[in-house]
């Protein structure tokens, strides 16, 4: 496995790769691994030839005063289980080689972005889409997997590829879990014991919803309330949002009539987790 750290030397690689008839799967990642990371490495590889990933904790996508400067890294940890996960190459660039002094361009994808996450993170998005297209264009790869986790991440890349023509086919892995039902996230080691226990009450709203829906329940703003009182019950739990909304516009839906995701953001201490399930798939 190598690993490359500078533009030039990646864009050479990607090409040689793609030179000998080779398809490039590519998992772009911010580091600090946990088995959902190692999964979609999993499923990357087995979709192409070649498996390229990136590790890049991305500032652009830091709201002032978010966790950028503690965001977890372990270099030494991520490269040892990116080899075992079968990655032929770690793009690992520096801030600097990413976003020089005089960068000035930016990617917005508009409408999916002001919505769910985008409220109390209204730049998140546009440094996803700029990073992302950067990796696109310096990797170019065939494709790509993502995270179903980070749905609305998820909705807005592949909105972005569609409007702006890209060559590359993106896929979404299902949300990888712990056997407790906690959604893994490099986010999780923040949480103390106590918090930890405390944020089992998002997946457990969740699957109870799912039994209410499966039960016949459609009324999405009884849905919400119920996760709303479910969550608001444990102490310390303080919600972001918990919207009903449509998979592929991100818009409220006030009757499930086909499929909807169940979308939420919850404080546990200073940590925010997300988590989502879709209702009305294989429900
Ligand atoms: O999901 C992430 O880890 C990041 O948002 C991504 C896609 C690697 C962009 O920095």
């Known amino acids: 496995m190598v690993v490359i750290e500078d533009i030039a030397t ?15 799967g590519f998992v772009p990642t911010m580091g600090y691994f946990h088995e959902g990371h190692l999964m979609l490495m999993r499923m990357a590889k087995k979709i192409s030839d070649h498996l390229i990933i990136s590790i890049f904790v991305n500032p652009t996508q830091f709201e002032a005063g978010e966790d950028l400067d503690k965001y977890p890294r372990d270099m030494e940890r991520d490269k040892n289980l990116a080899s075992s996960a079968g990655v032929e190459c770690i793009f690992a660039p520096s801030a600097k080689e990413m976003y020089p002094e005089d960068y000035t361009t930016y990617v917005t994808v508009e409408n999916l972005t002001n919505r769910l996450c985008g409220v109390s993170r209204p730049h998140h998005f546009r440094g996803v889409a700029t990073i992302v297209v950067k990796l696109f264009n310096i990797i170019e790869p065939d494709v790509a997997v993502f995270g179903k986790k980070d749905f609305q991440q998820l909705t807005v890349i592949k909105q972005m590829v569609k409007d702006l023509n890209m060559n590359v086919k993106i896929v979404g892995h299902p949300t990888v879990r712990e056997s407790d039902g906690l959604a893994m996230s490099s986010r999780n080691v923040y949480l103390s014991l106590d918090e930890r226990e405390k944020a089992l009450i998002l997946n457990k709203s969740l699957q109870h919803v799912k039994n209410l829906f499966k039960a016949g329940l459609r009324d999405a703003s009884k849905i919400k309330e119920s996760v709303i009182q479910m969550i608001s019950s444990e102490k310390g739990c303080d919600i972001d949002y918990v919207e009903i909304v449509d998979p592929e516009r991100l818009s409220p839906v006030n009757t499930i009539e086909d499929k909807a995701i169940v979308a939420l953001a919850v404080r546990i201490g200073s940590t925010r987790l997300i988590d989502n399930i879709v209702l009305g798939e294989q429900c």
């Open 10 to 24: 990646m864009k050479a690689y990607a090409l040689d790769i793609k030179s000998k008839g080779k398809i490039i």
